[in-house]
């Protein structure tokens, strides 16, 4: 598949607070490819918190406010499966049937793309491989497995690099993040943080990479308590860093 002349780039709010670092290795990616990246300024959070917390009238405000930013027909990129599941999935259904916001929200929603997937299938076949790169290991977010489908496209990103992808025990379980889940709950989200934690660390992976901030985050924050070998980063990172390594070994 050809990569399109330009994209527009759905921050999100925890890479925009947390995580800037990730946000500019995902668009660095995309430019190294050639991709015009677009970033409208005005926008802000995808709703979700709201939404999920049943605040709906106050998730439609953050939604409206930003459907007249993605003009055109150029494809909205996130960079996080839980982000672009609210987009693609949730926006549309925050508006009356048929009402003119329901269309705008659909039409914006039918060209959300969750990053990892549009790097694979227009960026990753020109990647050159790496001689023996470090295993890492995945965590999949529930949101990239069940909502947007894509658990598999880090796992070929990091192959096309020649990367050893660790495969941990119970691995479609979730983490215990949740967004306010964990919060609400937070005896249970920190049971099941904790089962999580030894199957990572049992893989022997010094690195875990995910699609999402608000897992790594979650996770990263229970292995420091526990005193873990094993660094969190996002996926954007850790593959700007390879690419760059390999293009470097190529040269």
């Known amino acids: 598949m050809s990569p399109p002349h330009n994209i527009f780039f759905f921050g999100t709010c925890l890479i925009d607070l947390f995580s800037p670092e990730a946000g500019l290795a995902a668009v660095e990616l995309l430019e190294r490819a050639g991709i015009q990246v677009i970033y409208p300024q005005d926008q802000s959070c995808c709703g979700q918190p709201a939404w999920n917390s049943g605040y709906r009238a106050e998730a439609r405000q953050v939604i409206a406010a930003q459907l007249d930013l993605f003009p055109g027909e150029a494809p909205i990129v996130v960079p996080s499966a839980s982000c672009a599941g609210m987009m693609r999935h949730h926006w549309p259904e925050a508006f009356e049937p048929g009402s003119e916001p329901a269309r705008k929200a659909e039409a914006v929603a039918q060209r959300v793309v969750e990053w990892s997937d549009f790097l694979l299938r227009v960026v990753a076949p020109e990647w050159p491989r790496l001689n023996n790169p470090e295993p890492v290991v995945i965590h999949d977010s529930c949101s990239a497995r069940r909502e947007m489908s894509v658990a598999g496209q880090a796992r070929a990103l990091l192959e096309h690099l020649g990367v050893e992808v660790r495969e941990p025990e119970r691995a479609e379980e979730c983490c215990g993040f949740g967004g306010?889940?964990?919060?609400?709950?937070?005896?249970?989200?920190?049971?099941?943080?904790?089962?999580?934690?030894?199957?990572?660390?049992?893989?022997?992976?010094?690195?875990?990479?995910?699609?999402?901030?608000?897992?790594?985050?979650?996770?990263?924050?229970?292995?420091?308590r526990q005193g873990r070998n094993l660094e969190t980063r996002h996926l954007a990172e850790h593959l700007l860093a390879l690419v760059k390594q390999a293009e470097g070994d190529e040269g």
């Open 180 to 224: 306010s889940f964990s919060i609400k709950q937070a005896d249970i989200s920190g049971a099941m943080l904790n089962d999580k934690i030894e199957a990572l660390s049992a893989t022997g992976a010094r690195i875990l990479l995910s699609q999402d901030c608000g897992c790594l985050m979650h996770i990263g924050g229970g292995l420091r």
